[in-house]
Nanobody, 127 residues
């Protein structure tokens, strides 16, 4: 089992920044993909970003490319999402997820490919 706990959400003005963190525990990290997804009320959950844990390769949704950055700290078993130049349309519950395998493709953007999910953290961007 893998447990994921997100933190760092909150209220920020448009143009501001937040850094989300997702701490993982319960299972060794080996060839994992970690992803961030978001869901606004009444909307479908959408892919935001993913990282290959071992290699550090990243991939982003077009809507956040150039504004968001995903990274990881291997020693702390934590993945981060740095969010800059935030827009009101970024308002959503942000969840991290772990794909523990089998991993056969890159990037992994389908939510049903991910095996474990955190509880989510609210990000609200005011206009």
């Amino acid at each position: 089992q893998v447990q994921l706990v997100e933190s760092g959400g909150g209220l920020v003005q448009a143009g501001g920044s937040l850094r989300l963190a997702c701490a993982a525990s319960g299972r060794p990290f080996s060839s994992y993909f970690m992803g961030w997804f978001r869901q606004a009320p009444g909307k479908e959950r959408e892919f935001v970003a993913t990282i290959n844990w071992s290699e550090g390769s990243t991939y982003y949704a077009d809507s956040v490319k150039g504004r968001f950055a995903i990274s990881r700290d291997n020693a702390k078993h934590t993945v981060y999402l740095q969010m800059n130049s935030l827009k009101p349309e970024d308002t959503a519950v942000y969840s991290c997820a772990a794909d523990v395998g089998p991993i056969t493709s890159w990037p992994v953007i389908e939510e049903n490919e991910y095996d474990y999910w955190g509880q989510g953290t609210q990000v609200t961007v005011s206009s």
